[in-house]
């Protein structure tokens, strides 16, 4: 049997042979470090891409991940209850839209702010008032956090509590309050026109003629005036200067009807509210001179200087009248509406006041009575 013969190669030939296979190995591995290279590269760019936020990297591949559409921004928060502190509330809520036109469709709500120890027992007349506006409001409850509020299912007080803290009177903590309301309501971007309102109020006109005064008016509604007795100026102490001067002191009620740059305005706030809570301590009653002076250094122009809840405080005394069963006529609340004159709009105007307090819980069956004839709602 015959072997294969192989000649020998000449000396030469094993050497270009050797050299080839040199060759071969280097550019395979050249092109693996290539390929390896460029799906490192890709990757990181995708991640990138992903991190900026921008639409490109993961989100062209159809199916996988949606792209971010302008809904994720204006979406008002799905449930009131949330587990974020003053701080990062109020940091959240200060963010505001620079643009002056929505490009998107935007119903201007008014949020109603109900400030409550516990419950609201003159739900039943409000109820009537809301009915069938429900596009145009929302509602806000802070109450005493060990207070749980039963509504129905059906009631738009429905889980409309924010997360809330306790309060104490003339403290600090009811400034703490109205900002905690002003922030949750300010994380729903249709929210135009905030309303602080107690469980003792109630609406004088139909939701109709609240919500037109409202949205055409050009200032925000605040009492803030300078009082030069012991009870204004004689609050003020020199410490606040030089954030607050003696001539910037303002006085007025809390119960305020602002927009929403006024809100932000106050949500915003870091300037003025370590000089209240450290320098109005009673005697100085701080929710009767924090925003009041705190809005009139900062936006004074844009300012009416008065409520438009409407309160008596003819009786005299620390405390305005409060109204019980007895005191509600028809007379009596034509009595409230009528004879009055302020400026609206830098106009003359006899329509002053949208909201009235103090009616305490037996005075309900006779406003429900009244208000279809005096009130026009229910
Ligand atoms: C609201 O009240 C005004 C008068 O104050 C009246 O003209 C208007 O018809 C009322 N609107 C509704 C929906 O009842
Ligand atoms: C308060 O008054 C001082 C001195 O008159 C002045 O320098 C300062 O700017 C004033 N502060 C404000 C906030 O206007
Ligand atoms: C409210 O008062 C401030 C000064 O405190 C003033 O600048 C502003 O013009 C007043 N607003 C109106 C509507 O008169």
């Given at each position: ?10 000396p030469?030939e ?9 060759l071969r ?6 092109l ?8 490192g590269?890709?990757l ?13 990297g ?5 199916g996988l991940i949606e ?19 003053d ?27 109900f400030?409550?120890?516990g ?13 069938g ?5 929302s ?8 207070y ?7 009631s738009p ?5 924010i ?6 009177w ?27 309102l ?6 004088l006109?139909n ?17 803030a ?6 009870y204004?100026r ?14 910037q002191?303002?006085?007025?009620s ?7 740059a ?5 949500v ?9 809570r450290d ?11 924090y925003?009041?002076t ?5 936006i ?9 809840t ?22 009596f609340l034509r ?16 329509l ?9 819980p ?8 009244f ?8």
């Amino acid at each position: 049997m015959a072997a294969p013969i192989h000649p020998p190669l000449p000396p030469k030939e094993i050497q270009q042979r050797h050299y080839f296979k040199f060759l071969r190995h280097v550019t395979l591995k050249l092109l693996l470090f290539l390929l390896v290279l460029a799906v490192g590269l890709s990757l990181i760019a995708m991640s990138k891409s992903r991190f900026l936020g921008a639409d490109g990297g993961l989100g062209f591949i159809p199916g996988l991940i949606e792209p971010i559409s302008l809904n994720l921004w204006i979406r008002p928060p799905w449930s009131l209850i949330h587990d974020m502190t003053d701080e990062e509330l109020f940091w959240r809520a200060s963010l505001a839209p620079q643009r002056k036109n929505y490009p998107f469709k935007r119903i201007p709500r008014i949020a109603f702010m109900f400030l409550t120890k516990g419950p609201l027992p003159l739900y039943p007349l409000w109820e009537k008032f809301f009915e069938g506006h429900e596009l145009f409001y929302s509602i806000y409850i802070h109450s005493m956090p060990s207070y749980q509020a039963v509504f129905p299912r059906s009631s738009p007080f429905y889980g409309r509590q924010i997360p809330s803290q306790v309060v104490e009177w003339g403290k600090m903590s009811v400034c703490d309050a109205e900002r905690r309301l002003l922030a949750n309501a300010l994380l729903d971007f249709s929210n135009e026109w905030f309303l602080l309102l107690s469980e003792t109020c109630i609406p004088l006109y139909n939701f109709s003629r609240i919500h037109s005064y409202l949205v055409r008016s050009r200032h925000s509604f605040i009492s803030a005036f300078d009082d030069p007795g012991e009870y204004g100026r004689g609050r003020y102490n020199h410490r606040m200067a030089p954030e607050v001067n003696l001539s910037q002191w303002r006085k007025g009620s809390q119960w305020f009807q602002i927009n929403r740059a006024a809100a932000v305005a106050i949500v915003k706030d870091e300037t003025f509210y370590p000089k209240f809570r450290d320098f109005c301590l009673p005697h100085c009653y701080v929710d009767e001179h924090y925003f009041p002076t705190m809005l009139t250094i900062e936006i004074a122009d844009q300012l009416a200087n008065r409520s438009l809840t409407w309160v008596d405080w003819s009786r005299g005394g620390p405390h305005p009248a409060t109204f019980g069963e007895w005191d509600i006529s028809e007379s009596f609340l034509r009595g409230i509406l009528e004879g009055q004159s302020c400026l609206y709009n830098g106009q003359r105007s006899t329509l002053c006041h949208l909201f009235a307090r103090k009616f305490s819980p037996s005075a309900l069956p006779p406003l429900l009575e009244f208000s279809p004839v005096v009130l026009g709602f229910g």
